[in-house]
């Protein structure tokens, strides 16, 4: 039996989240639901503006956060979800854009691709329930045009006007990571990753100037110098003005205990990291930003899905373009999401590359080779060429 959910357009937000139940889901979890407040407005004047902000309360479910359907549907008034009973199958769709999940599965499908997730994205506890990373992930699959953010059990959303899709694009940021008294991750023959991203940022602005003419490339370093975190992306946002796009990158090395261990990883940014490596990772890249309560300031801020959902897809890219470019000479591993402060600070489309690995031999060698050099660079560029391109095919 199909089961058709009719979308929302009740009484926004409170009565239609109290009235609109999974239909065949009986009272369990319409106690459930009913007694909990499950969405209200606060009406804010402050940080963004004369916004609406709504709450939506996540509901515990052995120790792990989850949305109901009947909140899931009040996200955005052109959210429709359709769920087949039999099958265990259902569909959330955004316009042309269509999410697809199976229950008790951990993972979905976007653009004709699975999509793995860290644990089950639905489940049922009589009555659908959404985990809190799959939420996270329609919301940017989606490109709903709003804002989000997770504290503790509730999920904040506020409206945003739909962005304007980034088809052009004016400048490149270029981030060389660490710098001055920050050397960042060690290895064999006392390389510093500050000393190796630097040189390949400088390769990188070479070659996006040659492929890209109209484009501004710009460094956030071009020596070895210390620069804040929060600096970084401050400086890139002040170019982008109305009119003006662009998109950061961040180049960095990694370390490990093992030194077998190797590989390139892109990351772009979310609020729930795929694994505990991911959560260590950002805790040793978020350092030295710690005391300032710069990171305290930015887990405040709204993150932006529809720009989320564009650095997904710009990692996705530079992650094939470099796979292909490097032909093995460092292994890919993933594309990956973490909780880094300097793309948390951006306000335009960001990912970080961890280029390789440090404590590895086989890494660090190559990772301070020229023809290493020579296909990480291209390997990028080529990775934003299908990004601008994949952005402006899908915004159409
Ligand atoms: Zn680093």
Known sequence: MERFFPE?????????????????????SYLKISSLVVAFIVATGQAWGAKEKIRFTLVQIEKRSYLSLANLKLLHSDLTVNYNDGEEQGEIRFGKRIVLFSLGKAEYQSQNEIRELDSEGVIDDDGLFFSREF????????????????????????????????????FIFI??????????????????????????????????????????????????????????SE????????GNFGIFISIHCNSHLSPKVKGFEIYYLAQNPDNKQARELALRE????????????????????????ESK???????????????GMIKPRKVKKADFAVLRGSLMPAILIETGYLTNRDDLKKLRSSEYAKAFVSGVSRGIGAFLGELSKAEK
């Not at 929302?8 to 409170?14: A, C, D, Q, S």
């Open 313 to 327: 897809t710009l990692a996705r890219q530079v992650f094939k373009g470099l796979s292909n470019r490097l032909d």
């Open 8 to 28: 929302n357009r009740g009484t926004f937000p409170v009565i239609t989240a109290l009235c609109d139940l999974p239909r065949s889901s009986g009272w369990f």
């Open 175 to 232: 981030d060389a990571g660490h710098g001055g008294r920050d050397s960042g991750a060690l290895g064999y023959f006392d390389a510093a990753e500050k000393d190796i991203t630097l040189s390949l940022a400088h390769e990188l602005r070479k070659q996006l100037a040659a492929d890209y003419p109209k484009l501004k490339i710009y460094m956030t370093r071009g020596g070895d110098k210390f620069i804040r975190l929060e600096k970084r």
């Open 235 to 242: 400086l890139a946002n002040k170019k982008s003005t109305p």
């Open 286 to 309: 978020n350092q030295g930003s710690e005391k300032n309560g710069y990171i305290k300031r930015l887990t405040s801020r709204l993150m932006n899905a529809q720009i989320q959902r």
């Open 135 to 170: 939420i996270e992930e329609i919301l940017t699959e989606l490109s709903l045009p709003v804002s989000y953010r997770f504290q503790k059990n509730h999920l904040i959303i506020v409206r945003d006007k739909e962005r304007e899709g980034l088809q052009k694009l004016d």
